[in-house]
């Protein structure tokens, strides 16, 4: 597949996209967003693809929504575009693991989208924030959410009020990030992550996502039920058969996927 501001490439079972503007330090405008949606739909109803990982370049991950896109849009067409809704709706949506591996500036919409993967692995470059408020407006894609979740109130509210952008090792430390690696290392390191991931039974992976998440949008007593639930289905898959007597024989489990 090809596209006009993203490079897409399969690396066996491990998808990886990168965001190519350049020029623009990868703002997020709405051929991004398109872009996006076509390649994450397109890993998500492959079977052959059980990882991605969503990169951008030293520089900058993403700087933020595009700006210049947004300038000259009035109030009423942010309201009837539902603006930003289509990130919800077509990448956070994706049900199958994708990592977000972050060199230089994430800031604004593009902390927002590394926040949307399931985990962040952090160049020792990377820096992270919510600059919003100096251009008069607020996160859109999430960021007062999923970040106040990720490094709790504090910083996150010094973070959206003064947007002060935050290292990765206080992104470390805070939590926003899983690991830290020097940015000579982050593609190699996240891809060799996610072929860890794709060696994984596929539906166990979809499971374990879904009931990571589920720790953020429901009650510790739902969220229990529903990682029960969850857990009880794994159980009738070929693959847990497969993956236990695979333990029992001292040996590597081959995995169907179902
Ligand atoms: C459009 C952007 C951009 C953005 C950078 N550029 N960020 N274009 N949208 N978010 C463009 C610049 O205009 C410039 O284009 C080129 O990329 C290089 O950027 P420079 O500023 O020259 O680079 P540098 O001096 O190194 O500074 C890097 C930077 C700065 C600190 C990251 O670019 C910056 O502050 N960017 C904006 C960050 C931001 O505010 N993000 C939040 C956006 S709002 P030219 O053509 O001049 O070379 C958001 C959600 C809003 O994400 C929700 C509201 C509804």
Redesign the pocket.
């Known amino acids: 597949m090809s596209f006009e501001t993203i490079l897409v490439e399969q690396r066996d079972a491990v998808t990886l996209v990168t965001l190519n503007r350049p020029?623009?330090?990868n703002?997020?405008?709405t051929q991004v967003l398109a872009d996006l949606s076509a390649a994450f739909a397109a890993y998500d109803a492959d079977p052959s693809q059980l990882c991605l990982v969503l990169t951008g370049s030293e520089?900058?991950f993403?700087?933020?929504?595009?700006?210049?896109?947004?300038a000259s849009k009035a109030a009423a067409d942010?309201f009837l575009e539902d603006?930003?809704s289509g990130w919800q709706k077509n990448v956070v949506a994706t049900r199958k693991p994708w990592i977000a591996a972050v060199a230089g500036?994430a800031?604004?919409?593009?902390?927002?989208l590394a926040m949307m993967a399931d985990f962040i692995i952090a160049a020792d470059t990377a820096k992270f924030?919510?600059?919003?408020i100096?251009?008069g407006?607020?996160?859109?894609?999430g960021?007062s959410q999923r970040l106040t979740k990720a490094v709790g109130k504090a910083k996150a509210m010094e973070m959206c009020l003064t947007?002060r952008m935050m290292g990765a090792e206080e992104a470390e430390r805070s939590g926003l990030v899983s690991r830290i690696v020097p940015a000579a290392d982050l593609l190699e390191d996240a891809l060799k992550t996610a072929a860890a991931i794709a060696a994984m039974p596929p539906m166990a992976t979809m499971v374990n996502k879904e009931m990571v998440n589920l720790a953020f949008e429901t009650g510790l007593e739902q969220g229990l039920l529903n990682e029960r639930r969850l857990f009880q289905l794994l159980t009738a898959t070929e693959d847990r058969v497969e993956g236990m007597k695979a333990f029992v024989e001292k040996r590597p489990g081959v995995w169907k996927g179902r």
């Open positions: 020029q623009a330090l703002a997020l405008n520089k900058a993403a700087a933020g929504a595009d700006i210049k896109e947004m942010f603006f930003f500036f800031l604004g919409g593009g902390c927002e924030g919510q600059p919003e100096k251009l407006v607020a996160p859109g894609m960021g947007g």
